[in-house]
């Protein structure tokens, strides 16, 4: 029998009616459903990593399904900077983007390679992270045979969760909190614990949904987000940034150490990253948004989208234009190419145009 799984509803920014009722609609049948707990949350990119609703998250033991108005990878590596990490969990809803099982096959393709990405070099805990774009599906019904499905199919023993001793600042407590999960993170009186109706998991499988509303005055943020399943720790995202918002941790690992320095609306280091790991989740190109790396079956270049197209720039190009803008903005001079341009970008060469720019030129007819 299924244990209990947290189902996590992220918010919209805005009050758009539709993305309300969609929000609401998948409320009111989570309700009906048995082994899940639902926790209501504001904007998850916009949560402070000290607030209510990011300790609320922090708190959730096992497996966890998080839905939100963000691409999946996106939502999945906020999660991850602050400290809630699993194994991605598989999913069978397509994504906005997404195509059949060639997706799969993409990400395997760049996961084979010999270079160490930071993923690599850190331990996960075992448990299962799900992320749905909202974006991808208006009928809350998809969602919900899909958490069905889930529910039905994942259990986390707990007794795999006492081999796991690493990947948070606060090891020991997360341990006992995965072991023996509660939430105590809430502002006022905490929810009433269901009292348990026998021994065994049934009695864990099937009492009363909850749902538990975090209300936490969320202003918009802006930031970067690594997805460290890229990222090759090269350090270039901190030679370019002039704004000090990346540092590193105490294992000299490449961190987004003061998001809110970034400047809001640029997202010029993306444009430079040679492992295209860096995400602003609300930019408006796909491919900085975190969209994932494949288009109509296709796997391409995503350092060629990571240009500018509406003004012909190359990624280089347009990362040190928006970056002077923000130096002028702030009161500085303009440095241009002279600071901090990754190497690689700047030692390619203009190449001819190929097949891949007629690829390209099919893409921005498509409005990606
Ligand atoms: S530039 Fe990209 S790959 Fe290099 S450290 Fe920064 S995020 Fe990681
Ligand atoms: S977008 Fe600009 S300010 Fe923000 S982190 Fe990147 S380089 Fe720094």
């Keep these: 029998m299924p244990k209990r799984i947290s189902v996590v509803l992220s918010q919209g920014q805005s009050h758009n009616p539709e993305k309300r009722h969609l929000e ?13 707990d639902v926790t209501v949350i504001p904007h998850l990119y916009d949560l402070p990593p000290d607030g209510t609703g990011m300790l609320a998250l922090q708190n959730i033991g096992g497996d966890m399904i998080v839905l939100s108005w963000l691409y999946p990878r996106a939502a999945r ?42 993923i690599d070099t850190r ?17 809350a019904n998809v969602y919900v045979e899909e958490i069905r499905r889930i529910v039905r199919e994942n259990a986390t023993p707990l007794v795999q969760l006492t081999g796991w001793l690493g990947g948070s600042p606060k090891n020991g407590e997360s ?19 269901a009292e348990p109706e026998g021994n065994g998991e049934d009695s864990q499988a099937h009492h009363a949904p909850q749902v538990v509303r975090i209300e936490e005055n969320a202003g918009r943020r802006w930031y970067p987000v690594i997805d460290y399943s890229r990222c090759t720790n090269c350090m270039e995202c901190i030679d370019f940034c002039l704004f000090g918002v990346y540092g590193v941790d105490g294992v000299e690992t490449i961190l987004v150490e003061q998001p809110d320095n970034c400047r809001k609306g640029c997202p010029a280091c993306s444009r430079v990253c040679p492992e295209n790991a860096i995400i602003f989740p609300q930019h408006k190109t796909p491919a900085i948004a975190g969209a994932p790396a494949e288009v109509g079956g296709m796997k391409i270049d995503l350092s060629v989208l990571f240009g500018a197209p509406e003004t012909k720039e190359s990624a280089v190009d347009a990362a040190v234009r928006e970056r002077d803008e923000q130096l002028l903005l702030a009161g500085r001079s303009a440095v241009g190419a002279a600071v ?3 190497r690689r970008q700047a030692s390619r060469a203009p190449e001819p145009r190929d097949e891949l720019d007629d690829l390209l030129d099919k893409l921005d007819a498509l409005d990606l």
Excluded: S
């Excluded at 609609?25 to 048995?34: G, K, S």
């Excluded at 809803?93 to 059949?100: A, I, T």
């Excluded at 331990?123 to 009928?139: E, Q, V, W």
């Design 340 to 342: 901090g341009i990754a």
């Design 77 to 118: 590596w906020v999660l991850d900077r602050n400290h809630i990490r699993g194994h991605e969990g598989v999913t069978l809803l397509k994504g906005l983007g997404e195509d059949d099982e060639d997706e799969d096959e993409a990400e395997a393709a760049a996961a084979d390679d010999d270079k160490e990405r930071v």
């Design 123 to 139: 331990p996960t805990p075992p448990r299962k992270i799900y992320c749905f774009d909202l974006r991808a599906y208006n009928d």
């Design 175 to 193: 341990l006992q909190r995965f072991i023996e999960p509660k939430n105590d993170a809430y502002v006022g009186a905490p929810p009433k614990p």
């Design 24 to 36: 609401e609609n998948l409320v009111a049948a989570l309700l009906m459903e048995q082994g899940v």
